[in-house]
């Protein structure tokens, strides 16, 4: 007993400013219980006492307050030492709550009261609003608190089964042994799943001889890796799947997927079944041999399985005096447990059911029971039987742990004859073992384990022993544990304190689908997600409107599983980045990288005297664009090509310019919105032939860009084939005035004259002996030309131009200077001088919309806010060379009032000035207006708005 304690470590903790001690191991809940305290929080609604139902973190019970975080559910969290706990939602303090006399008043707050009760006269809720939340209690964050380090990473297996049961285990040894990866994922401190606390026979040692010879082969197994403490969060496509465990949430990609995520322990339903020290009966077995913890001194049992005999078994050998076995059925499955129990004396009440459990006055802890005799489903005879006790365990029957599967598509029926819910419909590579798939006999269990191994490792390829599935046969759920009372407080949801007669009333106000009696009534919609209230409530709601359990099913499960924190999603990623077919010639010359997307770029070079500093290279490196020649690796730029009799059509649809008319061997801006009319990519549309083009896109769009490709084709079904071709060519900027001088000297065809290639052409030739396409396009306003080549060929690209400039004293320039560039040409980068409400109108692309063309893709959603009075601009203005730069999110204000944003800046030597874009108010977009900017340190300062381009406005430059 105490298989997670530690009893060398006492720990010293508080609880309510009450001092207790635990061990290293021990979660609040269970240091408390073995303290004798039981009482750990209070109800949502009826501020109820509340103590632990499970022990195993799937419930709101234990629902309290740490220094910095509250709702941590204490059945799940490890005590440390210092640790100060408080109870949550209660008035006065948690053993004298105030509100506990809402309770008297709940036959005035019917489910769904706060619909018909608060939105009349118009207004009265903002009053209502602050009391509801005060007395709902859920809680105090620390806002001073700092957040700790959380992180992602990516993680590939062929197999990764989730739950580390005896059915997860013997899963992954079986696909294990057929020579394939497994990643086994266990959301508790230890393998074993129910045989670390469940018993399994009468002498109590099955359980823990099968998991010890099975934990031990699977943690010596070189194909298995093992992640304890560890939650599989959801199901999403192609078994991707987010497993969250600590700090760090895992993205995992698993090629089949075994679900074997077991069952949960459901409760009976009567009047009272909330008090602390009701739990279930694995949750007694838990607190016994998890942390040496007697959950009480004498115990009734209430069952409608043979599960309940063995709890039975289990309390009896820790000491506690078992004073009824009350079985809801008419006997025991197995006749040597009834024997077992009647030879230790223990009165067995077969056909009987727990109708009330008695407490003290003041509701802190069950002190006895009231039975009476089943006289038909859901009721019981008159007259009873009182038993005093201080622990009521039940076992009712189980749920599948359904919600992955469902996730993945899985549906649940229900079968009459075992009274639970099956799982069918699954998608390809998932496969599903254990009591999750419906068994629940031990040897049965592991022989379907078996199974999904087997059929995961074949479905990989590999040789495994093909095993029939078998057909459960132990019924281990009682079909009506529900059992009304006139006095009420018989709950289904303990989250929402919501009882019978509240899931019965939404269906009589017209809710008969489960899932709108769960919106009116809440039921499900708490920190457990249905776990222990989904079955009660489809079987309700199925009496109640007529209908089997079958038709009326259970609500939708969606990912997440558990809570995860907004930590967790926003955590660190450790993104796979990519390198361009430049990356190492870039690294000799000592260039800072930086990302950009999903790769690596260099941000600037060190200067001719090894100066490495940010400011001064960028200034440099765009000096000597303007004054001589550089070249710039832009192998990042998105590449698609797109070929077929009708690729023109297709282009001319998804780009707002027209695109059918563009002659071949010219290259034309191609600007794409969406569906709402907001500008989401842009890039260069190259025709090579008549059915043949080739379009970039930006460094970060390009994936999203060939995504919305293929998925507008799968609507207009045109004949075209689309290829994203990034990877495919590597490719160059090489710009200034002497650039046409450079390539001359290796670039033989096409003719380089301006005559024969002038701007916005494209041609297709030869970089010495490499083979090339080859752009006349200005993105940093001088002549330059674009080089693509296959990306097997861009190092020797990279040196033969390197090797030709030399004379001209070529120098390499990295994004910085490139970005600084374009500002002084007033050019736009999509994705950070656009956000997710910029059209063209408002970023002054409305030229490279046509206007004459029946549809593009936005194209009404374009023509509707054209024609609406416009809300803001993106100017560019000035500020004097020497004075404060803005930042990039630096606001533009109006008085008190916000219109915009600064989303470029930079000082600009060519210019003689700090230069930038901002989003200011449509009424200041006319040069010489002037707009205000917040800089740093709160400081305001008058910009002047200007015409754009801030340089060559003739574009005299790019045309020579």
């Known amino acids: 007993m105490g298989s997670l304690i530690d009893r060398d470590r006492p720990i010293d903790f508080t609880f309510e400013g009450v001092a207790y001690r635990g061990f290293q191991g021990d979660t609040i809940a269970s240091a408390l219980a073995a303290n004798g305290r039981l009482l750990l929080s209070r109800s949502f609604k009826y501020h109820r006492p509340r103590g632990p139902l499970t022990l195993a973190g799937h419930d709101a019970n234990t629902l309290v307050q740490l220094p910095d975080e509250p709702n941590v559910l204490a059945d799940a969290q490890p005590i440390i030492p210092g640790l100060a706990v408080m109870g949550q939602n209660y008035s006065g303090s948690l053993d004298h709550d105030r509100d506990m006399k809402l309770g008297k008043l709940s036959r005035f707050m019917p489910v769904g009261f706060y619909y018909r009760a608060f939105y009349k006269p118009w207004g009265i809720w903002k009053y209502w609003e602050p009391l509801i939340r005060r007395k709902a209690g859920l809680g105090h964050y620390d806002l001073e608190a700092r957040g700790e380090y959380h992180d992602k990473a990516y993680r590939f297996t062929d197999v990764m089964v989730v739950g580390g049961g005896p059915a997860g285990l013997e899963a992954a040894l079986t696909a294990a042994e057929a020579g394939v990866r497994v990643l086994l994922v266990e959301q508790q401190p230890r393998l074993g799943g129910a045989l670390t ?80 020290g009701v739990m279930l009966a694995s949750a007694a077995q838990r607190l016994m041999r998890h942390y040496a913890v007697r959950p009480g001194k004498r115990a009734v049992i209430l069952t409608g399985n043979d599960d309940g005999y063995l709890a039975a078994l289990d309390l009896h050998e820790q000491g506690i005096e078992v004073a009824a076995l009350v079985d809801m059925r008419q006997d025991a499955d197995d006749a040597d447990l009834a024997n077992a129990i009647d030879v230790l004396g223990i009165p067995r009440h077969l056909n009987h059911t727990v109708y009330e459990a008695l407490h003290d006055k003041r509701l802190h802890r069950v002190t006895g029971v009231e039975l009476r005799h089943i006289a038909g489903m859901g009721e019981v005879g008159g007259g009873g039987l009182t038993l005093a006790c201080d622990l009521l365990c039940m076992s009712a029957g189980y749920m599948p742990v359904y919600q992955l599967l469902c996730q993945a598509g899985g549906r649940l029926g229900y079968d009459e004859e075992s009274a639970g819910f099956t799982l069918g419909g699954l998608p390809a590579h998932l496969h599903v073992a254990g009591s999750v798939n419906g068994f629940h006999d031990l040897g049965k269990v592991l022989r379907d384990g078996t199974r999904a191994g087997a059929a995961a490792a074949r479905a990989l390829g590999r040789n495994a022993p093909e095993v029939s599935a078998e057909a459960p046969c132990l019924r281990t759920n ?60 489809a079987r309700l709601v199925a009496r109640a409107t007529g209908r089997s359990i079958a038709e009326t099913g259970v ?18 990623a450790f993104d796979p980045f990519r390198q361009t077919p430049m990356h190492r010639r870039h690294v000799e010359l000592g260039a800072r990288l930086v990302p950009a997307g999903t790769w690596q770029r260099p941000a600037f070079y060190p200067t001719p005297e090894g100066v490495l500093e940010r400011n001064r290279c960028m200034q440099a490196e765009a000096c000597h664009v303007r004054e001589q020649v550089g070249i710039i690796d832009v192998s990042t730029l998105g590449g698609l090509e797109i070929r077929g009799p009708d690729a023109a059509e297709f282009i001319n649809r998804l780009y707002t310019f027209g695109f059918l008319k563009q002659p071949v061997g010219r290259t034309r801006y191609a600007v794409m919105t969406n569906e709402q009319g907001v500008v989401i990519d842009d890039g260069v549309s190259c025709r090579l032939g008549e059915h043949h083009f080739y379009v970039t896109a930006t460094t970060s769009g390009a994936p999203g860009v060939h995504q919305s490709m293929l998925q507008w084709n799968a609507q207009w079904r045109l004949e075209v084939d689309i290829a994203n071709v990034t990877s495919a060519f590597a490719a160059v900027n090489v710009a200034g005035p002497l650039s046409r001088r450079v390539l001359e000297k290796v670039c033989h065809d096409p003719d380089l004259s301006a005559g024969a290639f002038p701007y916005l052409a494209l041609r297709e030739g030869h970089v010495g002996d490499i083979p090339a396409r080859l752009l006349r396009v200005g993105f940093v306003g001088e002549l330059g030309y674009e080089i693509h080549v296959p990306s097997r060929y861009g190092e020797s690209l990279w040196d033969r131009l390197m090797e030709a400039g030399r004379e001209f004293d070529i120098r390499p320039f990295g994004v910085e200077a490139q970005r600084l560039l374009r500002l002084e040409k007033g050019h736009v980068i999509i994705g950070q001088d656009t956000d997710g409400m910029s059209h063209p109108g408002e970023i002054g692309l409305t030229w490279a919309v046509n206007r004459s063309k029946p549809f593009f893709v936005g194209r009404r959603a374009v023509d509707i806010l054209d024609a609406q009075p416009p809300r803001r601009r993106l100017v560019g203005f000035k500020l004097p060379l020497d004075g404060p730069r803005p930042l990039e999110g630096h606001l533009v204000l109006e008085g008190d009032r916000i219109t915009g944003n600064v989303t470029s800046c930079e000082r600009s030597n060519s210019v003689g000035a700090i230069i930038g874009l901002a989003y200011a108010g449509a009424d200041k977009a006319t040069p010489g207006s002037r707009i205000t900017l917040r800089v740093e340190g709160s400081q305001d300062v008058q910009a002047e708005v200007v015409a754009l381009p801030f340089f060559d406005p003739d574009n005299a430059r790019q045309e020579l």
Request: charged share 25%.
């Open 478 to 537: 009682f079909p009506w544990p529900i059992f009304a009372h006139p006095k009420g407080k018989e709950f289904v949801d303990l989250d929402e304190d919501l009882q019978i007669r509240d899931i019965v009333n939404a269906t009589r106000h017209g809710y008969r689908d489960i899932q709108l009696v769960k919106r009116f009534s809440t039921v499900g919609m708490g920190p457990s997600q249905g776990r222990h209230s989904a079955l009660p409530t």
């Open 555 to 572: 609500t939708t499960a969606r990912p997440p599983f558990g809570a995860e924190t907004l930590a967790h999603l926003a955590g660190r």
């Open 197 to 276: 606390y469940a018993r399994f026979d009468t002498e109590g040692r099955r359980g823990e001889a099968l998991r010890a010879s099975l934990v031990a082969a699977v943690e010596a197994h070189d194909n298995i890796d093992i992640l304890c403490e560890a939650t599989c969060n959801g199901w999403f496509s192609d078994n991707y799947l987010p497993v969250i465990q600590g700090q760090r949430m895992y993205k995992v990609r698993a090629r089949e997927c075994i679900v074997a995520s077991g069952s949960f322990d459901q409760p009976a339903v009567f009047r009272n079944n909330d008090l602390p």
